[in-house]
């Protein structure tokens, strides 16, 4: 599912949400409350993309809790402005995930949305590119889809609804000099999305 996707006007569907007839190839969608408040956890929250998506979420009237790692004063301003609860931890760290998650419930309640925006860089061209360089990378861009993911997917199930959102690159396609690590780690989301959203559809989950 696409943030930046355009869209159309909605129909209504199961759970309350209002959402396009397309499939998760280039799905249009807009997510719109009537009944029922939803609730998300938005990584990379309090600023850039996942600020935006986080906004936007709130705007619709979901219920959203924000993570991010170091971000310090940033991360305290966008508390402060936009009344948000914001979580901090490393999306890379497997355990730090389960631990967090289970916060982020106990203050929101159960999760609707995930929206795995959280990304680093470390361009180097590859001959000159260290083990950590990779590790790093490939750990929290591609890495966290699971320790995140995995976490809320049995909780959707259940209930028989959610939204799972994964954010990716044109360079996964395409590819770009000296982001190797990076170019891999967004292709491997996108197989990751494209395998659980054919797992998820059947019961109510989009991704």
Same mark, same amino acid.
């Given at each position: 599912?696409? /943030?930046? =996707?355009?869209?159309?006007?909605?129909?209504?569907?199961? %759970?309350? $949400?209002?959402?396009?007839?397309?499939?998760?190839?280039?799905?249009?969608?807009?997510?719109?409350?009537?009944?029922?408040?939803?609730?998300?956890?938005?990584?990379?929250? &309090?600023? %850039?993309?996942?600020?935006?998506?986080?906004?936007?979420?709130?705007?619709? %009237?979901?219920?959203?809790?924000?993570?991010? /790692?170091?971000?310090?004063?940033?991360?305290?301003?966008?508390?402060? *402005?936009?009344?948000?609860?914001?979580? *901090? $931890?490393?999306? #890379?760290?497997?355990?730090? =995930?389960?631990?967090?998650?289970?916060? &982020? *419930?106990?203050?929101?309640?159960?999760? +609707?949305?995930?929206?795995?925006?959280?990304?680093?860089?470390?361009?180097?061209?590859?001959?000159?590119?260290?083990?950590? +360089? $990779? +590790?790093? &990378?490939?750990?929290?861009?591609?890495?966290?889809?699971?320790? /995140?993911?995995?976490?809320?997917?049995?909780?959707?199930?259940?209930?028989?609804?959610?939204?799972?959102?994964?954010?990716?690159?044109?360079?996964?396609?395409?590819?770009?000099?000296?982001?190797?690590?990076?170019?891999?780690?967004?292709?491997?989301? *996108?197989?990751?999305?494209?395998?659980?959203?054919?797992? #998820?559809?059947?019961?109510?989950?989009?991704?």
């Amino acid at each position: 599912m696409c /943030l930046t =996707c355009r869209l159309r006007r909605p129909r209504v569907s199961r %759970g309350g $949400w209002r959402q396009t007839p397309r499939g998760h190839n280039g799905a249009r969608q807009e997510i719109r409350m009537t009944d029922q408040t939803r609730t998300a956890l938005v990584t990379g929250g &309090v600023q %850039g993309l996942g600020a935006a998506a986080a906004q936007a979420l709130a705007g619709a %009237g979901v219920t959203v809790a924000a993570a991010h /790692l170091g971000a310090g004063a940033r991360a305290k301003a966008f508390a402060d *402005e936009t009344g948000m609860p914001v979580f *901090e $931890w490393d999306v #890379s760290d497997y355990d730090a =995930c389960v631990q967090g998650v289970k916060d &982020v *419930e106990a203050a929101i309640g159960p999760l +609707d949305i995930l929206v795995n925006n959280a990304g680093v860089n470390k361009d180097v061209m590859f001959h000159q590119m260290d083990r950590d +360089d $990779w +590790d790093a &990378v490939i750990g929290v861009d591609l890495g966290s889809m699971f320790n /995140l993911t995995r976490q809320v997917i049995g909780g959707m199930r259940a209930r028989g609804f959610g939204r799972i959102i994964n954010i990716s690159s044109v360079n996964a396609a395409r590819g770009q000099a000296g982001q190797t690590n990076y170019c891999a780690a967004k292709a491997g989301v *996108e197989g990751f999305t494209r395998a659980l959203a054919r797992e #998820s559809a059947a019961k109510g989950i989009t991704v």
